[in-house]
């Protein structure tokens, strides 16, 4: 069961269980943070497969939750329903509390009441807020969360450890740095900056272009989810990034380069919320999981926008 299928990850998640002979069954509510037609049309695309169903509804629901679960009964719960985005958070932390804290813990009671012990549940980045220490370490206090959002994803992880201490729960929390790809969300920064280099409109770039983001490949998260997926035992946290680290400027001339395209930019300061840096130390996850990525940033950029050539990104 995947929370959030219509999503950029879950949607490539679940075409790839699909692919492996996994039945997958899904629950989105099609948020409008960005086009619903754009999750539908993604959808659509995973109905044509026998083996998959998607009910709409919100992990908020408590009643809707039970009844899907009754009637689903999944082996694993993979949890990536979420309000996303560090900067919106600080404008709706309410909602994002909602959504991320409450729904989490509403799903996490929805199956305990249906016997379901076995989840994986997509954090992020963020918790580690501007750790001067480099790479973040699954160790690593994350006690100074810069944004409502990271603070619900470390609430979720709270929550997570509470009820494998609790009731035997197995979930392991996954750290998510930065994930992009075909498809990605059309508000990141790396879809969003090749739609505007394409177009010849001006792009935005906040702060002086020395941050630096650990991007990560979409099939290399997947490849990492579902090895958590066949290692879930016990609780663990762990880290699932590309475990190296490109400037906002370099980034961008890298989409130049591919699209063989200038960049206009405009420079603006740096946002409330934005870290300096994210950088995974993703030695605990090649240990446990065999968790090895594929894709440098140079690779994955000529793969995404090669796969989008044509299209509305």
Known sequence: MITGVAGFIGSNLAATLLKNGHAVTGIDNFDTFYDPAIKRKVVGRLKEHPAFSITEGDIRDRKALDDFLAAEKPDVVIHLAARAGVRPSIEQ?????????????????????????????????????????????????????????????????LLCYTYHHLYDFNIFCLRFFTVYGPGQRPEMAIQQFGRKITEGTPITLFGDGTTRRDYTFIEDIVAGIMASAEKLKGYEILNLGNSDT????????GIEETLNKKAIIEWKPMQPGDVEITFADISKAKKLLGYSPDYPVKKGLKRMFSEQSGENF
Do not use: C, Q
Not at 116 to 126: P, R, T, Y
Not at 246 to 253: A, P
């Open 93 to 157: 932390p309410e909602l994002y509390y909602d959504v991320n804290v409450t729904g989490t813990l509403v799903l996490l009671e929805a199956m305990r009441a249906a016997g379901i012990k076995d989840m994986l549940f997509a954090s992020s980045s963020s918790v580690y807020g501007n750790n001067k220490k480099v790479p973040f370490s699954e160790t690593d206090a994350v006690d100074n969360p810069i944004s409502p959002y990271a603070a619900t994803k470390k609430t979720g992880e």
């Open 246 to 253: 490109i400037s906002l400027i370099d980034l961008v001339r």
